[in-house]
């Protein structure tokens, strides 16, 4: 990288850090009044981790809360030793199989309890600044100006994550990175790349699989082998998981989340038409239109490479989980911005194959102020 692009990447990735500083210190000190739970949305409906006993002021009154609060659970006692620890899990099979995120909260901190949720938020922080790096390098590698990158910050999905404490930001590095390793051919750091994004979340193992596909037309055998290893771990885990935790209380939650093409979709666009208009339906509605219109136009990328590029794979590989999602997912919007959340980034990565570059960058735009829309509600307590 040339001297000037270099300096570009570092304050582009500095303004990314200290604009995720700001957040998280604001959110931190005002909204939580200096409560770190506060990160985690732990509701009151449910029985949470025998290891915290979060104040009044951050609980979650009448809520089941979020899944940063099974995460924090499970990085308390990893092996689940505690009766109370598999107890606040609403479903142990589905969210142990994601072990990466709490499993390496809990290695960092050496197992020192008062410490692991700082270090959940502090992992989450510095993958989101990672995500901006990575695709600040791979814009580079385009000769597109690496402060394009900061157009990821755009993408509310990440906020979710970063507020609520979830593994997504995590699985989301690694598959940049996966990116990263197939756009430069190196197929065992791939695979290594490929198994952790698995790890963090099992359906990377689908999202960053697709990845192999170009390797596959190309008859590349031994890189396909190197490649596909990778899953090896995460499928070992996943059925080490299904063997080892009791069905009581859990499901693979693939029927809950997926059922006939464009069936939830069909209910979704019923449901904002039925619905009342307030402030939350209109951010529910600009949401779900801007996250349908951005698919299109990554089809449009598609259709415009040859041979399509890694991320626009990626991005129609999160395409089929869309067509398939049912209400449960794309009902409430906080859901599908976070399971979605990686379409944005893709986004700017196939932006320059655009075919209508200006309407890509009003749809990033639109992206940008509901980013910013979902940040200052949750600073104020209004989310």
């Known amino acids: 990288m040339k001297p000037a692009a270099a300096n570009t990447s ?56 979020y899944d940063g609060q099974m995460y924090l659970a499970i990085a308390l006692d990893p092996a689940l030793r505690h009766p109370g620890s598999r107890a606040a899990l609403d479903n142990p099979r589905f969210r142990y199989r994601r072990i990466l995120f709490p499993l390496l909260g809990h290695l960092v901190t050496f197992g020192h309890r008062p410490a692991i949720p700082y270090a959940l938020i ?32 755009a993408s509310p999905g990440h906020w979710i994550a970063l507020l609520f404490t979830t593994a997504d930001l995590l699985a989301a590095v690694f598959l ?33 699989g697709i990845l ?8 590349r055998w031994r890189h ?3 490649a596909l290893a990778g899953a090896t771990p995460p499928i070992a885990w996943n059925l080490f998981v299904l063997a080892h935790l009791p ?14 093409p464009c069936a939830g979709i069909f209910a979704k666009f019923a449901d904002i038409i039925a619905s009342p208009v307030s402030a939350k339906w209109l951010f529910d509605a600009v949401a779900f239109a801007a996250i349908s219109a951005t698919f299109v136009l990554l089809v449009t990328a598609a259709v415009s490479q040859r041979p399509v590029s890694p991320p626009t794979l990626c991005a129609l590989a999160y395409l089929g989980f869309f067509l398939l999602s049912r209400l449960h997912i794309l009902g409430y919007h906080i859901d599908f911005l976070r399971v979605y959340a990686n379409v944005v980034p893709m986004a700017v990565l196939a932006r320059p194959h655009f075919p209508w570059p200006r309407l890509g960058s009003a749809l990033l735009t639109v992206w940008g102020v509901l980013s910013a829309g979902f940040v200052t509600a949750f600073s104020l307590g209004l989310v």
């Open 122 to 153: 502090a992992i989450n922080a510095v993958c989101y600044v990672a995500i901006v790096a990575i695709v600040a390098r791979l814009l580079h590698a385009q000769s597109v100006a690496p402060w394009s990158a900061l157009m990821v910050l």
């Open 176 to 208: 940049l990175l996966a990116i990263t390793a197939t756009v430069r051919r190196r197929a065992a750091l791939f695979s290594f790349c490929y198994s952790l994004a698995a790890l963090a979340h099992e359906t990377m193992l689908l999202t960053a």
């Open 10 to 65: 570092l304050g582009t990735i500095a303004v990314a850090a200290a604009i995720i500083t700001a957040v998280l210190g604001w959110n931190w000190q005002v909204t939580f009044r200096g409560e770190v739970l506060g990160f985690y949305r732990i509701g009151s409906q449910r029985p949470h981790s025998p290891f915290v006993t979060p104040p009044p002021h951050v609980l979650a009154r009448g809520e089941v809360g």
């Open 212 to 219: 192999v596909l170009p390797w596959l037309a190309e008859r």
């Open 247 to 260: 069905a009581h209380r859990s499901s693979l939650g693939v029927t809950e989340s997926f059922g006939l």
């Open 224 to 226: 396909v082998a190197i």
